[in-house]
Each structure stands twice: as C-alpha cells, then as structure tokens.
C-alpha cells in the first residue's frame, strides 16, 4: 500500500526524537551534519544511513537562502528557475538498503565569473517519498525529513557584528554585518552541574540579525563567548 510520508522540519526534529515512541523512529533516516561548507571550490558531501530494517526512498531538492533586511528568505530551485541554478545535488532520487550508508554530493555549477565575495546559502531538503512501484497503495506512514545548511563560503572573510546583551532577560541579539557567517559558543560549564545543557551553539548568517534567548543551562554569569567564522581563521572570545 502506498506510504503517504508527513515530513517534520528539521527544526523541530530533536524534538520529535524525544517525544514519539519507537515505533514512528524506525522509519526514519539518519543525517552526518544539519550545517555543511563546502571545500574551496564550492563542493561538498552529506552522508545518509538507514538504521531500520525498511528501504527508504529519499527525494533531495536545493533551496537558496537569501538574507533580506535581516529575514530568511528562500527560492526553492525548480524547473521554472532553471537559469539561476547554481548547486546541484547527486543523486537527487535515494534508494536506502537497510543498513546503508550513501554519500549525496553537492556540487557548485559555477565555472567562470562566480560571485563569491560572499557566502552562498542553500538548504537541501531530504524529503521521505513512497516508493515508485506502491503508487496504487493507501497506507499512511509517519517519516522524518530533513533540511540541512549548506554555505558556500566566501573567498576572503571580512568580520563585522555588532553585540548587545540584555543580562536581566538573558537574551543576546547579534548583528552579523559580515561578507560571512559567524558561530556563536555560549558555555557556562564551569558554574553548573549539569554538563549536558551548558552549551549552546548557533550559526549567524551574513546580514542576519539574530535575537537569541540564552536557554536555562547557559544563563548565569561569566559566561563565557566564543565568536568564530567556518574555519575559525577568526575568533573572538570574551565573557557576558
């Protein structure tokens, strides 16, 4: 019968993790990374394994992600915008054997004149699909999708941000003015018991403003800040 998949975005999926039994996890697929950068010349890989006793089908499409005053904005690459393609993923329709393990390239298209006095952004969404022979079926299947990050960085980092830090109600706000994307370390490991929750991590794009409330783990004081772009030929380190 055919497996109508629901997807889950991938940022609620650690969520769903904790709260759904284990009878909804076994027909899910695993991800090595959920923010990727590309080598020098703009290419990559992402690895996906099937855990399950089930063959899964995954369809992978790419999304560019454009920062505008601020905001997240996204162009789903489809045949309709076929000019501005700029990244393609191979294969881009999986067949996962349980207890495979397969490598999906990522690959930049641009061969003359490219752009990269900035990050380029992208998302590519790895969607669960029915399989192609079960398109008569009716059985309804729960399956997790992801969307993982995917920067292309740019050729030289210039690091520029501005930092505001409201200590009554915990909450920081960074303004990456950068050509490039920045990482946010807060831990406060040394003044709590609770190692696993006294560290946060989270990626600033280029032009994003980001308003980040601490989570109850890191709040406290000296904290400590660690400020670095993808390959951390920049860092800045202080304390809240």
Not at 16 to 38: E, H, K, M, R, W
Not at 208 to 234: A, K, M
Request: with cysteine.
């Amino acid at each position: 019968m055919l497996k109508k998949y629901y997807l889950i975005p991938s940022y609620v999926l650690f969520l769903c993790f904790g709260i759904f039994s284990p009878a909804y996890a076994n027909l899910t697929f695993q991800l090595d990374t959920l923010f990727n950068v590309g080598n020098d010349n703009g290419n990559g890989v992402f690895t996906l394994s099937n855990a399950t006793n089930e063959v899964i089908y995954i369809q992978a499409e790419v999304l560019q992600i454009q920062v505008e005053n601020g905001k997240i904005k996204k162009i789903p690459l489809t045949r309709e915008n076929f000019p501005i393609w700029d990244l393609a993923v191979n294969p881009s329709q999986i067949r996962l054997l349980p207890g495979e393990i397969r490598d999906v390239a990522t690959r930049y298209l641009c061969q003359s004149n490219c752009d990269r006095s900035r990050d380029l952004v992208y998302q590519v969404r790895f969607t669960p699909v029915a399989a192609p022979d079960q398109s008569d079926e009716q059985n309804v299947a729960l399956a997790f999708g992801m969307a993982p990050y995917y920067i292309i960085p740019a050729k030289e980092s210039v690091i520029d941000y501005d930092w505001d830090y409201d200590a009554e109600n915990q909450v920081v706000k960074v303004n990456n003015k950068s050509n490039t994307l920045l990482k946010v370390e807060f831990d406060n490991c040394s003044s709590t018991k609770d190692s696993r929750n006294c560290r946060a991590l989270y990626h600033v794009l280029a032009g994003r403003l980001l308003e980040i409330e601490l989570p109850e783990g890191v709040r406290g004081r000296n904290v400590q800040v660690s400020v670095v772009n993808h390959d951390q030929r920049y860092e800045d380190e202080f304390t809240l």
